[in-house]
């Protein structure tokens, strides 16, 4: 079955740098596109960043245009967040999803405070 497991969370100053990790099994990785989502408790999961499958193609929400890199290895199995000038409001937990499939990992919480 997809299993997807983050990591790389962590307590990071504003302006820090962390790198999320995405690692993906169950399924024909290289095949499908790959998200990275946010959610705030209380408030509706946002979608953060999505690379095609072979990773030429990537959209980012305009909040982290310029500040996150979404990336993924192939040979890995495994998806990236590269998330660089933090600011407080991208404290949240980051989940990442395969294709449009309603799979979802535990998360791993960033959060960005002095």
């Known amino acids: 079955q997809v299993q997807l497991v983050e990591s790389g969370g962590g307590l990071v100053q504003p302006g820090g740098s962390l790198r999320l990790s995405c690692a993906a099994s169950?399924?024909?990785?290289?095949?499908?596109?790959m998200s990275w989502y946010r959610q705030v408790q209380g408030s509706k999961r946002e979608l953060v960043a999505t690379i095609t499958s072979g990773g030429s193609g990537k959209t980012y929400a305009d909040s982290v245009k310029g500040r996150f890199t979404i990336s993924r290895d192939n040979a890995k199995n495994t998806a990236y967040l590269q998330m660089n000038s933090l600011k407080p409001e991208d404290t949240a937990v980051y989940y990442c999803?395969?294709?449009?499939?309603?799979?979802w990992g535990q998360g791993t919480q960033v959060t960005v405070s002095a």
């Open positions: 169950g399924f024909t990785f290289n095949r499908y596109l």
């Open positions: 999803q395969a294709s449009t499939w309603d799979y």
